[in-house]
């Protein structure tokens, strides 16, 4: 990697953004003609949808019900044409709660660090609770189009993006994803529209499981979230152990939200294994990390894992201490470009960014990039995804990645070790990690 071409730019121009609350209300949803035909058509009933008890199999088939309904929707006024609307769907309540806000501050900074402006144009920004709920989403997503944003942010939990994806598949609008990791957004479901500025989760993991059986462990326990991210990231992991000699001892999975894993560690203490893998992330990280400490398990079976210390550090306390992490940010990255991002961060949020914060930065440094070579004609949707294409993250604070030809980053992964509430650098353990795109088409 050259290190000498990454550079810092900071600025501190004033923002100049147009914020949006996002103010249409469920009721407002509701009583509006187009999407509540939509909605009925959908054949969801409205209790059954507001109750939150859809399966994931009919939120996908009633997402292209809200997808034509918000596309045929005229709301778009002409002379709102000037400022460029983008519309944010993350979570402000949950156990991802904090990833939602790392990410927008992120996103911020990247924008104001170039004056607050996209290609010339003011940004009004339409925020939407994702609630971290899948049953949601299409709703949501199809809110989004109909209030006119030709761009779309997120979101952060998988099983949102599926169902994000149900309404913005095979369509104009764009969407950039700074964190969901589902494979299929890059996978079977990848489309010139779409972008991920973050990770697949079997991306994030293959190299922890390359990783371990190169340190020569042969059996390994895996324990995660029993949902898109979880199964796909222990798939990951799994085919990176196995592939250098490695065995999957037991894997465990757990419901997300899961908070509470006392009941699991009598089962991982049973473990035959020489160590665990784990993926968890929020608050349930905090509570896996402390609750494997509490229970003294640390030193007979070393707990390894992805996102498990990422901005929880100082919530886990002595619990982290020394705990090993493989991902593509670590908080001393030795970059001219990271340290400028961390300080600058800092200053305007007072607090320390961690990965999230990054993948915000970089979606936002990715949108000024697009914009800018657009001259801000983000209507012209085939130049703009082009320009979007083009980007190349030299300046982030990550090291320099660019777009596969799937539309997910090909970047680097670190092994970190928690310490004095930082995750530091250890040493680079895959270069230029590539998911493989199953079914994706463009590749
Ligand atoms: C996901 O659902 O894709 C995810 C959630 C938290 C951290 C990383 C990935």
Same mark, same amino acid.
């Given at each position: ?236 992991? &799994? *085919? @990176?152990?196995?592939?250098?000699? #490695?065995?999957?001892? %037991? =894997? ?6 899961? /908070? !509470? ?47 498990? &210390? *990422? @901005?929880?550090?100082?919530?886990? #306390?002595?619990?982290? %201490? =020394? ?6 940010? /670590? !908080? ?60 190349? =993250? ?50």
């Amino acid at each position: 990697m050259n290190y000498d071409s990454l550079k810092g730019s900071v600025s501190s121009k004033p923002v100049r953004q147009a914020f949006s609350s996002g103010g249409v209300s469920r009721q407002a949803f509701l009583s509006g003609g187009v999407s509540r035909q939509a909605f009925l058509s959908g054949g969801v009933s409205r209790q059954a949808f507001l109750s939150g008890g859809v399966s994931r199999r009919r939120i996908l088939k009633t997402g292209a019900a809200f997808a034509g309904a918000a596309l045929a929707a005229p709301y778009v006024r002409r002379a709102e044409a000037a400022r460029l609307k983008v519309g944010v769907l993350l979570p402000n309540s949950g156990v991802l709660a904090f990833l939602g806000t790392k990410i927008t501050q992120g996103m911020e900074l990247a924008i104001n660090q170039s004056g607050g402006l996209l290609g010339g144009r003011e940004v009004e920004w339409i925020r939407l609770d994702s609630e971290t709920d899948p049953a949601k989403a299409p709703e949501r997503t199809a809110r989004l189009v109909r209030r006119g944003c030709d761009i779309v942010v997120g979101p952060v939990h998988s099983g949102v993006l599926l169902g994000m994806l149900r309404v913005l598949g095979g369509t104009n609008t764009t969407l950039l994803i700074p964190n969901a990791g589902a494979g299929a957004a890059t996978g079977e479901h990848c489309g010139e529209n779409i972008f991920r500025t973050s990770f697949s989760n079997w991306q994030a993991a293959w190299p922890m499981g390359r990783f371990l059986a190169q340190r020569g462990l042969r059996r390994v326990t895996t324990m995660s979230w029993n949902y898109a991210a979880g199964t796909e990231s222990v798939q990951g992991f &799994t *085919e @990176g152990f196995a592939s250098l000699g #490695g065995e999957i001892s %037991e =894997g465990i999975l757990a419901p997300y939200p899961a /908070a !509470d894993f006392h009941s699991y560690m009598t089962k991982l203490a049973a473990s035959d294994a020489e160590a665990i893998y784990a993926f968890f992330s929020g608050a349930s990280a905090v509570q896996f990390v402390k609750q494997y400490h509490e229970a003294g398990l640390r030193d007979r079976l070393p707990l390894y894992g992805v996102f498990l &210390t *990422e @901005g929880t550090l100082e919530a886990q #306390g002595v619990a982290a %201490e =020394g705990l090993e992490t493989t991902m593509h940010y /670590a !908080d001393d990255l030795p970059f001219e470009a990271n340290r400028a991002f961390r300080s600058a961060y800092r200053e305007a949020y007072g607090v320390d960014p961690d990965v999230f914060s990054v993948q915000g930065y970089d979606t936002g440094a990715l949108l000024v990039h697009a914009a800018q070579a657009v001259g801000g004609d983000t209507d012209d949707k085939p130049a703009f995804h082009a320009a979007l294409r083009s980007f190349r =993250g030299v300046s982030s604070p990550r090291g320099a990645w660019h777009f596969s030809r799937a539309q997910n980053p090909v970047q680097d992964f670190y092994l970190r070790r928690a310490a004095g509430g930082q995750n530091r650098y250890i040493e680079t353990i895959a270069q230029d990690v590539t998911d493989p795109a199953q079914g994706c088409t463009l590749v």
